[in-house]
């Protein structure tokens, strides 16, 4: 089994028989009310799942990812997994005490051992992670609106956090990998219900290996996006009609899109590895946005980075070419645009909203008949 990023396996997860005296440390302590991508990062952090973090970035930590993408002790990290707090607050907490940490909802769930607390550049980091301040760039935006203190120091939480019932933590899928007798994992992201270009990758990245590992990532969402019901029922679908027993695991990645391209790219086969993956599938334009980054810039950077001890899968464009009478690609296919079906996410979303079933050239009729006949499949309804 392959080891986890940094050689262990985070667990941030406080015994529920400390979890009462753990609550009485922090009575007349501050407490921080994290936000939606915040509470994801500290479930995150405390299930492993950003192994080698023990908690929010101090800020040596964070000036060594943004300009290096290394954490201070040397090991490959390409994003800041950072806690803002607004100025108020920032006074209240101090280095070497514990502050409380609350879900969006104002549930006390672990508390913070503050290391310091201390003023960033947004701008000087953003510029850095996402290549650009232009506040176009949705990662971009984002941070810009972030507050100018954030706090650095481990956490812990007092129960276990799950995203919903399908949410596998990395404990939980190598034990699995082993009990399969997986050697070789492939990890796939996703943010989409499946279409053929989809299953096209991935099976020929499970051409490689033993078993793959589908993980969207579920989290924020905006209008007009899929349910997260909705892919997760797509792809129960597509593995049981087309995929070979035994050989797909499918599972969630709870977190918020933060769109930085190249350094996604990095991050993502990162989690994925602490899941015990040994390859993952890049393909074009990974976590890109808009034309902020070249296709293939997230293939390139792995040859800029110290290896991660992930084998990265490169994958091009793939399509439905009439002329190869099935699904290929641009590297082997030879035959212009006039022959493909490229499997387009916005006009597959079109048609479903009109009740129109895709061709079976760009989605498969079981998963394509699932959304049409559910009741809202996309964040906001139909509309």
């Not at 599972?251 to 769109?259: G, I, L, Q, W």
Request: glycine share 8%; hydrophobic share 35%.
């Amino acid at each position: 089994m392959i080891e986890p990023h940094g050689g262990y396996l985070v667990d941030r997860v406080i015994e529920e028989k400390h979890a009462e005296s753990a609550r009485e440390t922090l009575v007349n302590r501050p407490n921080i009310r994290l936000d939606y991508g915040g509470y994801q990062d500290a479930i995150n952090i405390a299930s492993g799942r950003y192994s080698p973090l023990t908690g929010f970035l101090s800020r040596n930590d964070l000036l060594k990812v943004a300009h290096d993408m290394t954490l201070e002790d040397g090991t490959v990290w390409p994003l800041p997994i950072t806690l803002d707090v607004d100025s108020e607050l920032a006074a209240e907490l101090e280095p070497d005490k514990k502050a409380g940490l609350e879900s969006p909802d104002g549930e006390l769930i672990g508390f913070i051992e503050v290391d310091e607390v201390y003023r960033q550049n947004k701008k000087e980091i953003a510029k850095s992670i996402f290549g650009t301040q232009d506040e176009a760039h949705p990662g971009v935006k984002s941070y810009l609106r972030m507050e100018d203190f954030l706090v650095g120091g481990s956490i812990k939480v007092f129960d276990e956090h799950r995203y919903n019932d399908r949410d596998l933590l990395p404990r939980e899928s190598r034990v699995l990998f082993d009990s399969k007798d997986w050697d070789t994992v492939v990890g796939f992201q996703t943010r989409n219900a499946p279409h053929r270009a989809h299953e096209y990758i991935q099976k020929s990245a499970l051409e490689h290996v033993d078993g793959i590992l589908i993980q969207p990532k579920l989290g924020d969402k905006k209008e007009g996006d899929y349910q997260d019901d909705i892919i997760i029922g797509g792809y129960d679908r597509l593995i049981a009609n087309y995929y070979p027993d035994n050989r797909a695991v499918l599972t969630v990645f709870p977190s918020v899109m933060r769109y930085a391209g190249p350094r996604e790219a990095v991050f993502d086969a990162i989690i994925r590895k602490n899941q015990g993956c040994t390859h993952f599938v890049i393909g074009r334009d990974h976590a890109g946005v808009g034309d902020f980054y070249d296709g293939f810039d997230a293939h390139r950077i792995f040859d800029e980075i110290s290896d991660i001890g992930v084998e990265p899968l490169f994958f091009n464009y793939s399509f439905f070419c009439e002329k190869c009478d099935g699904m290929t690609s641009e590297k082997v296919c030879p035959h212009g645009d006039e022959k493909r079906v490229y499997p387009s996410g916005s006009k597959i979303r079109e048609m479903i909203r009109s009740n129109e079933e895709p061709s079976e050239k760009i989605m498969r009729p079981e998963v394509a008949n699932f959304i049409i006949d559910a009741e809202e499949p996309f964040v906001g309804g139909n509309a």
